[in-house]
């Protein structure tokens, strides 16, 4: 079955610090959603993209959506307390359901 | 802004029992959605539903969970003999008319402990 990874399970980071979470799709995706969860919360949708080799860019963060549609990745420069979370893409590829990843836990020590 | 709401914040229930969980979407959404997140692990779909008929369900979707849109704007998720693994936080989610892969808003969630 559809298996979507993510990379690193888990990131602690100094405040200021950069922040990278990879997504690994087994599949080729439609298109790719970016969510939020912060802790004690409900993922909240970030971003959407849909082209082959997309980027793009919400202030401190940038999206890019690999060139087979099959891994996306997300950047956050300088990190902020604000930005702590698990971060989720999530996947469709043509079936009738979205298909989250595995997640990466930020954590941004001050 | 408009927010998917679901009832209650947290339920209790003893083992072998039937539990409903409630949703509210959001009110021109057409697409509604039950996931489930077990403690400190990824978001699971279950299934989704459109059009007063479940499009797709999962391998956790089975003959123990059913869901029902009673009237024009509750979303359930019914349990029938609940297990203790079923402990979980489950999410209600809904999108918008148009393609179905849109950008899906959750609500808080249920959390469900199963004693």
């Known amino acids: 079955g559809q298996q979507v990874m993510q990379i690193p399970q888990y990131q602690h980071v100094q405040e200021g610090e950069d922040f990278t979470t990879y997504c690994n799709s087994s599949t080729t995706l439609s298109n790719i959603q970016w969510y939020k969860q912060r802790p004690g919360g409900h993922p909240v949708f970030l971003i959407q993209?849909?082209?082959?080799?997309e980027v793009k860019k919400q202030k401190r963060l940038t999206f890019q959506f690999g060139e087979a549609k099959k891994n996306s990745s997300l950047h956050i420069t300088a990190t902020q307390t604000t930005d702590v979370g698990t971060y989720f893409c999530?996947?469709?590829?043509?079936?009738?359901?979205?298909?989250f990843g595995t997640g990466t836990r930020l954590t941004v020590i001050p | 802004e408009p927010e998917v709401t679901q009832t209650p914040s947290h339920q209790v229930t003893q083992m072998g029992q039937e539990v409903i969980l409630r949703c509210v979407p959001i009110?021109?959404?057409?697409?509604f959605y039950w996931y489930r997140q077990i403690l400190g692990q990824k978001v699971e779909f279950l299934v989704s539903?459109?059009?007063?008929?479940?499009?797709?369900k999962s391998e956790i979707f089975d003959d123990q969970f059913s869901v029902e849109r009673p009237d024009g704007s509750n979303f359930t998720l019914k349990i029938r003999s609940t297990k203790l693994e079923d402990s979980a936080m489950y999410f209600c989610?809904?999108?918008?008319?148009?393609?179905?892969?849109?950008?899906?808003?959750f609500g808080d969630g249920t959390r469900l402990s199963i004693l």
């Open positions: 989610a809904s999108s918008p008319p148009g393609a179905r892969n849109q950008p899906q808003h």
């Open positions: 993209l849909v082209k082959s080799g």
């Open positions: 009110s021109n959404h057409l697409y």
């Open positions: 999530a996947g469709w590829a043509g079936a009738n359901n979205l298909f």
């Open positions: 539903f459109y059009n007063n008929e479940i499009s797709e």
